[in-house]
């Protein structure tokens, strides 16, 4: 994968997601290699590209400094579009310099992540009036998230950094998506009892949706894995049935339980 430095000449970007007011995103492009990853999408490239580069927003620590003295404080996202804990984070550190130039405003912050490297920032996290700690899981199963999510932190690490903030006090939250098509209504109590138990105030739950070529991305994939390839290619059939079903045992376990339950977008 391809590492470029570049410049850029906006830090915070009006974000359209609910609940934010900013997005924050110091890079571009991501190392997680998400098979399903619908940025691709939304920002028309091609994927193959998508996935062939990172650019790292040197700059950005600065540019943020000297938006910040004039914009009207906001929740900001940090990232929207690509992880802000990825991999190359551990050698440019950028979403933490970021991190220290929002604390100085106390803008409030939703960080959004599939990697336990958002322990590192606990130290800065914690001294915001107003910080919320978004941990991504679409499956419980280590297989699969090491085939579709091969670079992202093992399940059980993600997980522990949702406790490590939900014992610093700080808002923990799960954004549950996408669901994969091997989960089933029995598993949900299991998979929210699991969310709970490592601390998640409110959990969002999201369904797969197979933007163009995410399918033919998925099978290239798991071309290797034949038994799982048709265990994917079968359930997809009934995937939007299933996912109602699932959808709804969500929200009827939530409220079991007491935990706070939304729909994402």
Same mark, same amino acid.
């Given at each position: ?7 850029? +000449?906006?830090? #915070? =970007? ?14 571009? @492009? ?12 939304? &920002? ?6 998508? $996935? ?11 540019? #943020?400094?000297?938006? &910040?003295? +004039?914009?009207?404080? @906001?929740?900001? @996202?940090? =990232? ?8 190359? *984070? ?9 991190? *220290?130039? %929002? &604390? ?6 939703? /960080? ?13 996290? =914690? ?19 090491? %085939?579709?999510?091969?670079? =992202? ?6 997980? $522990?950094? &949702? ?35 490592? @601390?998640?105030? *409110? ?7 197979? !933007?163009?070529? /995410? ?12 038994? %799982? !390839? ?24 939530? !409220? ?10």
């Amino acid at each position: 994968m391809k590492i470029r430095e570049i410049k850029c +000449k906006t830090a #915070l =970007s009006t974000s359209l997601l609910p609940g934010l007011d900013y997005s924050l995103n110091p890079y571009k @492009g991501c190392q997680h290699k998400c098979v399903y990853c619908y940025v691709p999408n939304v &920002l028309r490239i091609e994927r193959q590209r998508w $996935e062939s580069y990172v650019d790292v927003k040197i700059n950005i620590p600065i540019v #943020l400094s000297k938006e &910040l003295k +004039k914009k009207e404080p @906001g929740v900001v @996202g940090i =990232s929207t579009v690509t992880d802000p804990y990825q991999p190359i *984070e551990k050698k440019y550190h950028l979403s933490r310099y970021c991190l *220290e130039q %929002l &604390l100085k405003y106390d803008f409030p912050i939703c /960080i959004q992540t599939k990697s336990s490297l958002v322990v590192r920032d606990a130290d800065i996290i =914690s001294k915001f009036s107003d910080a919320e700690v978004m941990i991504s899981v679409g499956t419980l199963n280590k297989e699969e998230r090491q %085939l579709l999510e091969p670079n =992202s932190s093992p399940l059980k690490q993600r997980l $522990e950094a &949702l406790k490590e903030y939900s014992t610093r006090g700080i808002k923990t939250s799960i954004f549950f998506g996408p669901v994969y098509p091997t989960i089933h209504v029995e598993d949900i109590p299991m998979i929210i009892d699991t969310f709970i138990d490592y @601390g998640a105030e *409110e959990i969002i739950i999201d369904k797969f949706n197979l !933007k163009p070529d /995410i399918w033919k991305n998925i099978e290239k994939t798991l071309s290797l894995h034949s038994n %799982l !390839k048709n265990i994917f290619r079968k359930n997809w059939v009934a995937y939007h049935t299933n996912y109602q079903k699932v959808s709804e045992e969500f929200i009827r376990h939530c !409220k079991r339980k007491n935990v706070k339950a939304m729909f994402a977008f």
